[in-house]
């Protein structure tokens, strides 16, 4: 498991609506979606760089070896971009609305 973020509502209301929703990989025309290795990374970067109160964290189905681009580091704090569509997860108590705080 790799991580994500996205605008709450908006994800949220996404995998509402689509149960198999995806984060979408590179394509020709697109350098695929932000990932993170780790939850932490990930909030660092909305703590530092959004609103946290508007931003949550997702898990998606990828390994970060395997299914990354390590010569690209879209935002500067660690992160990735996706080589590959992968499934898009809401994660457990404790990692899903982002805290300014960091927990």
């Not at 994660?91 to 300014?100: D, K, N, P």
Request: negative net charge; charged residues 35%.
């Amino acid at each position: 498991m790799i991580y994500t973020l996205g605008k709450t509502d908006l994800y949220e209301k996404y995998l509402d609506h689509k149960p198999d929703a995806k984060k979408k990989g590179r394509t020709k025309d697109y350098e695929g979606g932000t990932v993170w290795e780790t939850t932490e990374d990930a909030q660092k970067y909305i703590n530092e760089c959004c609103s946290p109160n508007e931003f949550s964290i997702y898990g998606v189905e990828a390994d970060w070896k395997r299914d990354t681009l390590p010569e690209i580091d879209p935002t500067g704090y660690n992160s990735r971009s996706l080589k590959r569509d992968a499934k898009l997860v809401r994660l457990g108590e404790g990692h899903g609305q982002a805290s300014s705080d960091g927990d």
